[in-house]
């Protein structure tokens, strides 16, 4: 583990030089994404100028769903969406090759080898939107509410990462699966909306089949105490991220075996 977390300050060490040598590129994408929240921002205001609840939520409510969906989208871009991308192009051209021939978990090298720090400024703006919602509803969230935040968080990063993840490995038997990402994408789109939008199975679905409810709306239930107890869905969003996490490991081992170089 020690091994693993000086390589991974060696990456943030050369993923901080790359952005450096290409400023311009860099903030033009914090302002694409500063531009791209705003503008779902402004729909949320149009939506609540004709209501006042939304499936249970109100508007400021609405804001900490909204963060939070924003917020995870945007750690799990900056950890781990640009290296997931790479993975097709890695095995079309052979180079994972080089990948699969390092002392080092192969994983963890094709998942976390470079760092986007473009998406900080949507992380901060998001982080910004959660606790001006919080302000606007009158809550001052208690330590275990913050607590179950930063654990659901984690969790539906990796649910999320172990999704993408298994998606992109696909590559090894289908090669051009960069359409895929977009599967991903929409997923992050109706996380962004309460789950209680949809009828009892649909969410019956969501909780215990795909755990879409997972990515956005527990963790900001959690923050706003909006269930009357939290504490089972917790636990059951650790064990959905555990039973995820150790799908992505056992799929990518397993897609290994059918791997072949495509110099060879």
């Known amino acids: 583990m020690r091994r693993l977390f000086k390589l991974y300050l060696v990456f943030i060490q050369n993923s901080l ?8 590129n860099f903030f033009a994408k914090l302002l694409q994404g500063t531009i791209w929240i705003v ?3 402004m729909l949320v205001i149009v939506v609540f100028s004709k209501t006042n609840m939304v499936a249970g939520y109100n508007k400021n409510e609405m804001y900490v769903l909204m963060g939070t969906a924003y917020l995870l989208s945007a750690v799990f871009n900056m950890i781990f969406g640009f290296n997931l991308q790479e993975i097709p192009t890695s095995v079309r051209m052979g180079t994972l090759d080089y990948v699969l021939v390092k002392p080092v978990d192969s994983q963890f090298y094709v998942s976390m080898r470079k760092l986007s720090f473009d998406s900080l400024g949507t992380s901060l703006f998001a982080l910004g939107l959660v606790a ?9 969230p208690s330590l ?7 654990i659901s968080v984690t969790c539906a990063i990796i649910i999320f990462y172990s999704f993408e993840f298994i998606l ?4 090894i038997w289908l090669v051009r ?3 895929l990402w977009v599967l991903g ?13 949809f009828d009892a199975k649909m969410q019956f679905v969501f909780f215990y089949i795909i755990p ?13 105490g909006m269930g009357s107890n939290s504490l089972p869905y917790l636990a059951l969003g650790i064990v959905w991220a555990l039973g995820f996490f150790t799908a992505s490991r056992l799929f990518w081992k397993f897609a290994l075996k059918y791997y072949s170089s495509a110099s060879s």
């Open 168 to 171: 992109m490995t696909t590559a």
């Open 144 to 150: 275990w509410q913050i607590l179950s935040y930063i």
């Open 177 to 179: 699966v960069e359409n």
């Open 39 to 41: 503008f779902f921002l």
């Open 185 to 197: 994408e929409t997923v992050s789109m109706v996380v962004r909306w309460p789950i209680n939008i």
């Open 212 to 224: 879409l409810a997972f990515i956005a709306t527990v963790p900001a239930k959690a923050l706003i």
């Open 17 to 24: 030089a790359r952005e450096v040598e290409f400023r311009a």
């Open 132 to 140: 001006y919602g919080c302000a606007q509803v009158g809550i001052v």
